[in-house]
């Protein structure tokens, strides 16, 4: 039996889908007629991560490798246990389950540890999947009715012979959204960037795998080894890139603000260094002065004279160009 009747039965889907094709709601062929579309009642959204994932929803986490995917997903598990805030994020309280395909027992229960998990309702699997895995995971499923579950490492799970298949893509990831669908849990899987990490989702793989979920999380590794995370949501607002602080004692991640204000941040105290003991600096000397993108500097630039840490004189022409100081009490820039 294939994984999508193995959920069917045990969610009884199939009983579910009898019921709609007889509904008196419904047309030929399972179709509903506008007028009973148009009136039917708004259904309550409801929220595992408040704006982020939804109740029923089908989730992405991607990632380079060893760039903080997992750590962030189990994190996720222990907070939607305690009902606890992810990231700054309210969560709904209710079991979970973490099914870990890609790290050693002893590495998963040592971060668990070290973010002080006890007594918390988090069921953990620690394995390579089976062949009746989707059958025992519908069945614990319905035993435990978790809010959350997590399949860290989905082509551990997800067996196809090209990843790059449209169709073949489509009809593995069915039996997961199937069963966040029937369920009411969020189901959230990890899953791998491109070397290049270039495409417009980052994801490795057919674009089914992207047009399939309904959020997609993707934290991004700088050169300088910066974390960063951001969301694109069919539901909700997306979530701009955000930097990620891992604090190493605990296992834990915090929010340390958007990228673009840290950036600025860093460029504005970049620009101050090189204006200390000047008596002041062309524009261009200024700004090819540090690295970075050139419309950051200059916004960096623009936030600095706001602030009154630099003053800016000359006509801005090429006989008399902008040129900046730093009066003698400027400090860094706190934004």
């Known amino acids: 039996m294939d994984g999508a009747r193995i959920v069917d039965e045990f969610l009884g889907v199939g009983d579910i889908r009898a019921h709609q094709r007889v509904s008196p709601k419904s047309g030929s062929g399972g179709f ?11 259904p309550e959204t409801r929220w595992v991560v408040d704006g982020r994932l939804q109740a029923g929803g089908f989730s992405l986490f991607v990632a380079r490798p060893k760039a903080g995917k997992s750590t962030n997903a189990r994190e996720l598990c222990l907070d939607v246990s305690r009902g606890e805030p992810w990231l700054g994020h309210d969560t709904m309280k209710g079991p979970v389950f973490y099914c870990g395909f890609e ?37 614990a499923i319905e035993t435990h009715d978790p809010v959350l579950v997590v399949i860290d490492g989905l082509f551990r799970l997800i067996r196809v012979t090209d990843a790059s ?32 990490d270039e495409s417009p989702d980052g994801v490795l793989g057919s674009t089914a795998i992207f047009g399939t979920v309904d959020c997609l999380l993707r934290i991004k590794r700088a050169d300088n080894g910066d974390r960063t995370l951001s969301t694109m949501q069919r539901y909700g607002e997306d979530m701009p890139e955000t930097l990620l602080v891992l604090d190493k004692a605990t296992g834990r991640t915090s929010i340390g603000g ?47 004279r706001e602030a ?12 008399d160009p902008y040129r900046y100081s730093m009066p003698a009490t400027s400090e860094g820039l706190e934004l």
Do not use: N, W
């Not at 069915?174 to 990890?190: I, Y």
């Not at 950036?263 to 090189?274: I, K, N, P, T, Y």
């Not at 009154?308 to 006989?319: D, H, I, L, M, W």
């Open 32 to 42: 509903v007629m506008m007028e009973a579309l148009l009136t039917e009642p708004e």
């Open 308 to 319: 009154g840490k630099v003053t800016r004189t000359g006509a801005g022409g090429k006989r």
């Open 165 to 196: 298949d449209y169709v073949q893509m489509s009809r593995g990831l069915e039996p997961l959204l199937d069963m966040a669908r029937k369920s009411g849990a969020h189901v959230m899987a990890t899953h791998h960037s491109p070397k290049s």
């Open 258 to 304: 958007l990228r673009a204000d840290v950036g600025a941040s860093r460029l504005a105290d970049a620009l101050l260094e090189s204006l200390r003991g000047c008596d002041g600096m062309r524009e261009v000397d200024l700004i090819e002065s540090v690295e970075g993108r050139k419309s950051m500097k200059h916004v960096a630039l623009r936030l600095l």
């Open 103 to 139: 790290e050693k027992r002893s590495e998963v229960g040592k971060h668990f540890r070290a973010m002080g998990a006890g007594a918390d309702d988090v069921h953990v699997f620690t394995d390579m999947p089976g062949p009746t895995f989707m059958h025992d995971l519908a069945r």
